[in-house]
């Protein structure tokens, strides 16, 4: 398993941008499907986006159009950037590292997980 740090969450406002990183301590790091999903309170873990070590993405479709996941391998981050937030985008935002490569939306197959970070948007 890796090691996931999540940073870049906060309060910002209907409309608002947000960029969150995700940076892992294993030098491995390139050889995982990296996704974000995220977690309101009262909900159940919501698939937000997956990308894979060829850089295929595929996003959920409440996200698509407005976040974009990236890579840099050589920073060992996963990135997320998101536009035009709204109130329903506020919950925790995790990552999560597949070492398989499989890049699903279910959950359960990832290995890595990490603390997670929280993303409130006022109206």
């Known amino acids: 398993q890796v090691q996931l740090v999540e940073s870049g969450g906060g309060l910002v406002q209907a409309g608002d941008s947000l960029r969150l990183s995700c940076t892992a301590s294993d030098g491995t790091f390139s050889r995982y499907a990296l996704a974000w999903f995220r977690q309101a309170p009262g909900k159940e873990r919501e698939f937000v986006a997956r990308?894979?070590?060829?850089?295929?993405?595929y996003y959920g479709g409440a996200v698509k159009g407005r976040f974009t996941i990236s890579r840099d391998d050589a920073k060992n981050t996963v990135y997320l950037q998101m536009i035009s937030l709204n109130p329903e985008d506020t919950a925790v935002y995790y990552c999560?590292?597949?070492?398989?490569?499989?890049?699903?939306?279910?959950?359960?197959?990832?290995?890595?997980w990490g603390q997670g970070t929280q993303v409130t948007v006022s109206s």
């Open positions: 999560a590292a597949d070492a398989l490569n499989g890049g699903t939306v279910i959950a359960d197959r990832y290995q890595s």
């Open positions: 990308i894979r070590t060829s850089g295929s993405t």
